[in-house]
């Protein structure tokens, strides 16, 4: 197909809330024509203009439908495309099923990126916001990761894994710390910047004592089990991308996934959740825990990595990360606020973590 | 000779993306194809033809960016031709594919960084390459020893040939054909009177620019008028801010002086940048195999300030053309240095004119060249086993006479007669499993048989 490269675009007060350019909306257009079903209307509902890509949901003369714009490299999302089709197909997972073109192909590339029709499940509703929902939650993340073993990615596709990669992205964490410091001490007249240096010091020890901790774990050998046999994390699984739908808990927007050690997402899913509860809550993450070793059964090596994983300021870190774009802005008074949240909400992480350290014993 | 130049799979030669290993090529090729047909194989770009012969020297270019594709594309290309010497760029993993299609080509390599790591080629195949290599060329000391350590026998085919530059394209800022740009430049981006500390290079963590921006309020407490002039892109061509980009940005906004970041400046017009400046600065906290800024900077008659990391202090002469940071995670090390140098004009005026003369007298590219064609000179006469011929004979006669049974030389003892045959039959065995060793057969069996471990693997992957 001959077309402009899609990039990322603009939006500002005058353009409205789902804004796509006009050159990617006539793409869709010529993409649909690959489709065998008549499309009755199609209505964007999320855009990502500052990576460029989209989703539509179809109606269409055989049911609904999601038309995705994929933001990554093809080859990249060839990965995440064949997991998708896997898992369907060979595993039976409750995913969404990929939509195949007239010619048989799983997508279509146009404008330099990958676009693919997927079934679009109805009814999903989300589970409730309790410990019954968030089980619930883990335990379909753990029948997910299960499922996922024993994928092999196309020969073309790239292998998106991040398991050789804790220690740099630990490092990472560490180092980003001195650019949060030296960003608060620049700034230092921002209503922000002393709630910055006043806590930065101690989430960076934490962090590196986190490294020192995952050197010093069995880490090492559970990477040496090789990809396939971990199989693949969402990277971005939540309250809203596992729902409950037709047979029970269906897993979406697969666009992401990677090969990893699994409790990475779960460990998200908790450090997420106790950050909504506002505090650490001994029972939660228990139950949690359990709901999803009932699906995929964690052993004291896994069981360590995630309490590890758990002792990083990832929260700290992933509200702060944002002040190098534009300092001036973000170093206001909600950021103050929004740390002063974060440092209360982790006076209760320590003593939970403390006593459930030793659950799953050696 | 005819003679084949492999480049690399990422960037084009002529360097109209940039690129050192594109530059080391171009600066050198005007100087070796004087004296024998060259042909050099690289990927194509649109503004470049696909083959083309310009001053005397063919290019032909194939796809590439992936490594596996463009390996396809030169084992079909030195198949179908013959070539008396082939020189590879920074691929050790292309010599056994070329060796399987080119039994009788001298093999040479070049070798820019750290293409030799255990995670970068699987040991097997870096046993056999190197092997099979004739001598190996690297950019700095730096990455010779690195190669070293990892395999210590090849040591002896290790030469490091230091990268050139065109002095008549780097100038000082005070030469006639300087004179105007450097003003100009400063007008437009309000650096009169200032003094100009340059920094060039990518914009990332390893390249450390962050370091030399958190050094400017020590050092501006100190100098007045200072400026300092940052000109990267995130990778070559590309723009994009990443989170490192976004963090030097926000601090340069608050500092003293003023801090120009230039955005990409096109490979052809750095040297304006350079005449501009008054000292240069590189900032690497990794393990460098060696910048060619340095050499720039050096024709450009800069002061330089420079960090023991890699290779880069190896063309600094300590207080003669610049200064070296011990421990560049410090910025108030690169504030003491630069004030070293700042606070002595003379110090710097000496630095300064020493740098344009080490470019003239050491750094040129047509040295660069005759150290290449030495290389070249030496690869041709070895014999194409590795073995002497002389001592092949030996060994064959050994082999034959080992054959006819035992031998009567040995008239001593019973005892000595058996220990010295036992010594004997090792040594030869010995030999004649170097001999074996070197056979280019077996190693292109080995090069094949890790292939096939790979298709088999692939194969498991499609289905």
């Known amino acids: 197909m001959d077309n402009f490269a899609i990039v990322p675009w603009d939006v500002n007060e005058l353009t409205h809330e789902f804004f796509i350019p006009d050159y990617i909306n006539t793409l869709a257009v010529e993409v649909l024509k690959h489709y065998s079903f008549q499309v009755r209307s199609m209505q964007v509902v999320t855009t990502k203009p500052d990576k460029g890509g989209a989703i539509w949901k179809l109606e269409t003369d055989s049911g609904p439908k999601s038309l995705k714009l994929l933001h990554r490299r093809p080859t990249r999302s060839m990965f995440s495309l064949r997991a998708q089709k896997y898992l369907v197909e060979v595993q039976r997972a409750r995913v969404p099923a990929i939509v195949k073109t007239k010619s048989g192909e799983e997508y279509i590339e146009a404008g330099g990126k990958l676009w693919f029709v997927a079934e679009w499940i109805e009814p999903l509703a989300p589970v409730t916001k309790d410990l019954a929902g968030a089980k619930q939650l883990c335990y379909a993340l753990g029948e997910f990761h299960e499922l996922s073993k024993g994928y092999i990615p196309p020969r073309q596709a790239e292998v998106a894994s991040r398991l050789t990669k804790w220690p740099k992205s630990y490092g990472k964490m560490v180092r980003k710390m001195d650019w949060f410091r030296n960003i608060a001490i620049a700034y230092k007249e921002m209503p922000a910047s002393q709630s910055i240096l006043s806590v930065v010091d101690r989430f960076q020890d934490q962090a590196r004592k986190s490294l020192v901790d995952l050197n010093q774990s069995s880490y090492l050998s559970l990477v040496e089990k090789g990809n396939t046999s971990w199989g693949l994390v969402h990277q971005d699984y939540g309250w809203s991308n596992g729902q409950m739908g037709p047979n029970g808990m269906w897993i979406i927007d697969l666009d992401g996934v990677a090969y990893d050690l699994p409790i990475r997402d779960l460990r998200k899913l908790i450090s997420g959740t106790m950050a909504d509860l506002y505090h650490w809550d001994v029972t939660w993450v228990r139950e949690m825990i359990r709901a999803y070793h009932e699906a995929s059964p964690l052993t004291p090596e896994l069981y360590e990595l995630l309490m590890i994983d758990f002792s990083l300021p990832n929260e700290f870190y992933k509200n702060i990360k944002e002040v190098v774009y534009e300092p001036e802005l973000f170093l206001n008074e909600v950021t103050t606020q929004l740390i002063q949240t974060i440092v209360d909400t982790d006076q209760s992480k320590w003593p939970t973590l403390n006593e459930i350290q030793n659950d799953w014993r050696k | ?433 170097t001999y074996k060793k070197v056979e280019t057969y077996k190693k292109v069996e080995i090069y094949k048989k890790v292939e096939t471990h790979k298709k088999e693997e692939d194969h498991k992957k499609e289905t």
């Open chain 2, 1 to 433: 000779m005819k003679i084949l130049m492999v480049c690399t799979e990422k960037l084009p030669v002529p360097p109209v993306l940039g690129g050192a290993i594109q530059t080391y090529i171009s600066g050198t090729l005007p100087h070796l194809s004087k004296f024998h047909d060259i042909t050099v194989l690289g990927i194509s770009d649109p503004s470049l033809p696909d083959k083309e012969v310009k001053e005397g020297i063919k290019y032909v270019r194939v796809t590439g960016k992936v490594l596996e594709l463009y390996r396809e594309e030169v084992v079909r290309f030195v198949e179908a031709n013959q070539f008396d010497l082939i020189h590879i760029f920074n691929r050790p993993r292309l010599v056994m594919p070329i060796r399987s299609v080119a039994p009788q080509s001298k093999i040479t390599l070049s070798m820019h960084n750290d293409m030799f790591n255990i995670e970068k080629i699987n040991p097997v195949e870096a046993n056999a390459a190197l092997e099979e290599v004739s001598n190996i060329v690297t950019v700095s000391d730096y990455v010779g020893n690195v190669i070293r350590t990892l395999y210590p026998e090849t040591s002896s085919k290790i030469r490091t040939i230091y990268s050139g530059v065109d002095t008549e394209r780097f100038l000082p800022g005070d030469h006639p054909k300087m004179r105007h740009i450097r003003n100009a430049n400063r007008k437009q981006h309000g650096l009169e009177n200032k003094t100009v500390i340059l920094f060039a290079g990518r914009l990332s963590v390893n390249k450390g620019v962050d370091r030399l921006i958190r050094a400017l309020p020590q050092l501006s407490a100190k100098f007045k008028d200072l400026a300092l002039v940052v000109v990267g892109s995130k990778w070559f061509s590309q723009n994009d801010v990443t989170d490192y980009v976004a963090y030097t940005r926000a601090l340069a906004k608050r500092q003293p002086i003023p801090v120009v970041a230039t955005g990409f400046v096109s490979p052809a017009e750095i040297q304006n940048w350079f005449a501009t400046a008054d000292l240069f600065v590189c900032t690497s906290l990794w393990q460098e195999p060696l910048a060619r800024v340095h050499y720039e900077a050096m024709a450009a008659g800069l002061p330089i300030v420079t960090t023991a990391r890699g290779g880069n202090a190896e063309v600094i002469r300590q207080r003669e053309n610049g200064l070296v940071v011990d421990n560049p995670e410090d910025p108030s090390c690169f504030a003491e240095k630069i004030t070293e140098i700042l606070s002595d004009k003379s110090l710097m005026k000496r630095m300064g004119v020493k740098g344009r003369e080490f470019a003239v007298t050491k750094y040129e590219w047509k040295r660069v060249a005759d150290e290449i064609l030495e290389v070249w000179k030496q690869a041709i006469e070895i014999p194409h086993t590795n073995i002497p011929e002389k001592e092949k004979n030996e060994i064959e006669t050994k082999v034959e006479m080992d054959k006819r049974g035992p031998r009567l030389e040995n008239q001593g003892s019973k005892e000595v007669v058996a220990t010295n045959k036992q010594r004997d039959k090792e040594k030869q065995l010995k030999k004649v499993e």
